[in-house]
Structures are given as C-alpha cells and as structure tokens.
C-alpha cells in the first residue's frame, strides 16, 4: 500500500488484480482501479500525487492518472 503526499488517500494493491483507493480521512472506498491480469505486487503515487505506478506478479506494470 501507498499514501499520497497529503496522506488521506490511500492506494492497497490485492491479489486480484485490482487497486483499491481509500480516502483514508473519509473512511470510504473512493474507486478500483483494474489493469493486472494477476497479483498486484507493488503500488507508488508519483511525486504529485496525480499518477499511480504499479507492478504486477504477470510481469507488467501500469500507470494511472
């Protein structure tokens, strides 16, 4: 898991394939977002917090703004 930079969102790879975003000051899901067809091994937010990179166990990684 990763917080952004104002530390209220949260972004929790899964086994599934999928990222959950959590606003952490809400205590809501706020959206998943889907682009592993496998485990999500590693989640980051850019320095900005406007971007999320993540990496995969079926070799890939994906960006998403």
Known sequence: MAF???GTT???ATDEGFIW???DSKNI???KLK?????VKDV???YNSKMIVSA??????????
């Open 29 to 31: 899901v706020e959206g």
């Open 35 to 39: 682009g592993h067809e496998e485990a």
């Open 4 to 6: 952004d930079k104002t």
């Open 44 to 46: 980051v937010f850019d």
């Open 21 to 23: 975003i959590i606003n």
């Open 10 to 12: 949260i972004a929790v």
């Open 56 to 65: 995969g166990s079926d070799q890939t990684f994906r960006i998403f703004q």
